[in-house]
């Protein structure tokens, strides 16, 4: 086999005699090939590989070619996490990294494959790989032993217009990087070429790199061209990006450029709307949950900050979290926060042949499709965008990284943009971003309409489900009873405060589903190595130790029971382990007992021979939503309403767990009360549900309608609905 032909032709002398070339000592390099932990220990070491590609691409997660040094020694080379390739066909990849190409591979890792035990070169961070001219001052004196030439290697275009023509070839093929790649070769031999620098802009638009789309097309408009069709989609192009980098101000003074045109007006238009989202915090939250309902879908709205800050917490732990700068009311809006980054199954359809699964080390968990996508798609995002490489800079990225830099970062003077679509603007840590993602990230699950259709949770631990890095709710800190309750419209988070809060409480969010036994929360919050104290473990803790046992034991048994009789004395069982002590009355929450009422509830639904049957529902129904914090201040089902107030429930305290279920088991309420005739309880009940989704959701009743229309119609009591509200 020719040693350029394939890697597996390599020999052992080879590796060895390129590993001291790279600087190692001999007997280092020797040991190296036998011992793995050894080649480990080479990591990171602060040397740079000069290669030239040799070989087509193949690619599984990483990229991977075949590179000779000078010496004409040959390896492969796997590049991991290059941004547009994870998905990228065999073409695409290997119009990225052709045949011929030069490369020098910074601190190279020097490793044994899993899979075929052939030694590789593997890139991590892709700002590691530098790509260089065949005619670069750095390669003066280097002699190629193979030949100044790699056959088979393609030909380079030599002007500008076969350049652009090649570049507006790529774009039609959607291959926006190999576009702008191609329009960037044509400007080095051409930098006034107005219309490959404008191509350029639109490419890096559909790529996401905005603050460079925005350079390329302000630059175009700087050069003062005559062309007005020029003109136009210059103003459009920088409209365009500068809202997409959240400048509304600037949008707005661009798009006066062309005060006539209707296009550009628009951004105008929406630039203002997005700023007065930003400083008010009022959105038209049916239109958006309108928007959300696409799949992978990302609101056009824009971020918020509320009445919050990130500071340290007091007391022995100095970690920092988010606070309330202000008494804040039950359900008001805190923030409204765009991903960073997100990823879907659907944006990457995996092969039916494929099985991906990745293990974290970090977490103790596996990652499917998505939560592997994330780091490419958060790398992609920094390539352009030294902004978000500082706040990924100022994260906590688990105890293995360095600490994380103060937050919030200071203002950046002027983001720098793109020289080459090739090179990141700023070094891709790797490392970093993982440790980032392992402990930051969030799974956005986009509301959708409510239903009373239960989905089964059973195969939801083998399904890919997406995945997202967000900037301010990475800093809120975990309670299993938390202060805020966050929703996802689409891609965007939306986070209200789920209780009262005094001026300097902590904003707390759950990371993982409270409504867990303890021990099985303690366990998933070990992966984050701390052990959550808030009231609900105080409480938990507090309890008999036989207690968390007999409670799971009795919840197994209530799911067979057949009678109301059964069901009731099992669900009596379950509410004596909860000890009646100091912790559990400051918690006022207990979750497993809400849902044994629950389910106690559907039994008498089941059955429902008489009317006692309907009140032992409504009374279990009632209790579920007690168990979860709702104080009911009228409990009764029939007879005058005595109460003073419109609501038959303390609007000072809301649900702590199961929200949307809970708004569910009151559209019962509502259902079995007009269905015994007790129109004024169903009306003010259904003003419960949708007091409910307000603070928890927001949006207020036309929000709460929208979603809810399909049950309260299932229900029938949609009448009472557009009575009541
Ligand atoms: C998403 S970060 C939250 C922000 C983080 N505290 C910071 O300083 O950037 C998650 C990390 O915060 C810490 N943390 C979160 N909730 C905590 C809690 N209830 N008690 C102690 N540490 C907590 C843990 O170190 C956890 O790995």
């Not at 991906?356 to 968990?365: A, E, V």
């Not at 103060?406 to 993982?434: G, M, T």
């Not at 529902?617 to 029939?638: H, P």
């Amino acid at each position: 086999m020719s040693r350029q032909s394939s890697p597996s032709g390599f020999d052992a002398s080879g590796i060895i005699d390129m590993m001291s070339r790279m600087g190692l000592p001999h007997d280092l390099t020797e040991n190296a090939l036998q011992n793995p932990t050894l080649l480990q220990q080479l990591m990171a070491m602060g040397y740079f590989f000069l290669c030239r590609i040799i070989s087509i691409t193949t690619r599984l997660i990483a990229v991977s070619v075949a590179v000779e040094d000078p010496h004409g020694d040959v390896t492969k080379l796997a590049i991991y996490n290059y941004p547009c390739t994870l998905d990228a066909s065999p073409e695409e990849t290997d119009e990225l990294f052709p045949i011929g190409t030069i490369l020098a591979i910074r601190e190279p890792t020097y490793k044994l494959a899993a899979g075929d035990g052939v030694p590789m070169i593997r890139v991590d961070s892709p700002s590691d790989i530098v790509f260089i001219s065949a005619k670069s001052r750095f390669l003066q004196g280097v002699r190629w032993a193979t030949g100044d030439v790699v056959q088979s290697a393609p030909s380079r275009p030599t002007s500008v217009e076969t350049w652009k023509n090649r570049g507006v070839k790529e774009f039609k093929a959607k291959k926006w990087l190999l576009a702008s790649i191609c329009f960037t070769e044509g400007l080095k031999l051409d930098p006034n070429h107005q219309v490959s620098r404008l191509n350029r802009s639109e490419a890096y638009l559909r790529l996401g790199w905005f603050i460079s789309a925005l350079r390329d097309a302000e630059d175009v408009l700087k050069a003062h061209i005559l062309d007005e069709s020029l003109y136009r989609k210059a103003v459009f192009r920088a409209a365009k990006a500068s809202y997409n980098i959240d400048d509304y101000s600037r949008t707005t003074e661009i798009a006066a450029l062309q005060p006539e045109d209707i296009e550009c007006s628009q951004w105008a238009v929406k630039a203002r709307r997005r700023a007065r989202e930003k400083s008010t915090g009022e959105y038209d939250w049916c239109s958006v949950f309108q928007d959300s309902q696409k799949p992978a879908s990302l609101p056009d709205i824009a971020n918020y900050c509320g009445p919050i800050e990130v500071k340290t917490r007091g007391g022995t732990n100095a970690v920092r979290g988010v606070f309330v700068t202000r008494d804040v009311k039950i359900g008001e809006l805190l923030m409204v926060a765009k991903p960073i980054a997100s990823s879907h199954p659907s944006e990457s359809p995996r092969d039916d042949n494929e099985m991906f699964m990745s293990f974290n080390f970090l977490t103790k968990m596996t990652s499917l499709r998505s939560g592997y996508m994330l780091i490419t798609k958060v790398v992609q995002r920094i390539w352009d965008d030294s902004s978000i490489a500082a706040t990924i800079n100022s994260m906590y990225a688990g105890p293995d990284c360095a600490e994380p830099l103060p937050y919030p970062i200071p203002l950046a003077s002027d983001a720098s943009a793109l020289n080459n679509p090739q090179k990141p603007v700023v070094d891709i840590d790797i490392n970093r971003i993982e440790g980032v993602i392992s402990m930051n990230s969030f799974r956005p699950q986009s509301l959708g309409f409510g239903t009373f259709s239960k989905t089964s949770n059973a195969s939801h631990d083998i399904e890919d489900t997406p995945s997202g890095l967000y900037e301010l709710p990475s800093f809120c800190n975990h309670a299993c009873l938390s202060t805020a309750a966050r929703a996802f419209f689409g891609d965007v988070m939306v986070i209200h405060a789920s209780q009262s809060l005094r001026k300097g409480d902590e904003v707390t969010l759950e990371y993982c589903d409270g409504t867990l036994p303890l021990k099985q929360r303690d366990k998933y919050l070990s992966n984050w190595r701390f052990t959550c104290d808030c009231l609900l473990c105080a409480a938990d803790r507090a309890d008999d130790r036989s207690a968390a046992t007999l409670r799971s034991r009795l919840r197994v048994e209530l799911s067979s029971a057949t009678t109301i009789r059964q069901a009731e004395d099992i669900v009596s069982n379950i509410e004596k382990t909860y000890t009646d002590h100091a912790e559990r009355r400051r918690c006022k929450s207990k979750p497993e007992l809400s849902l044994a009422y629950h389910v106690l509830s559907n039994i008498c639904w089941r059955i429902r021979q008489d009317i006692r049957c309907v009140r032992l529902a409504i009374k279990a129904d009632m209790n579920s939503l007690e168990a979860v914090g709702i104080i009911i201040t009228d409990r009764s089902i029939s007879g005058r309403v005595k109460r003073q107030s419109t609501l038959p429930i303390d609007t000072r305290r809301g649900p702590t767990h199961f929200r949307d279920p809970c708004i569910m088991t009151v559209i019962q309420i509502v259902f079995v009360f007009e269905s015994i005739g007790e129109k004024t309880r169903a009306r003010d009940w259904m003003k419960v549900a949708a007091w409910i989704s307000n603070i928890c959701i927001g949006g207020g009743n036309a929000l709460f309608m929208m979603r809810f229309t399909s049950v309260m119609q299932e229900q029938k009591v949609m009448h009472v609905a557009e009575d009541a509200l």
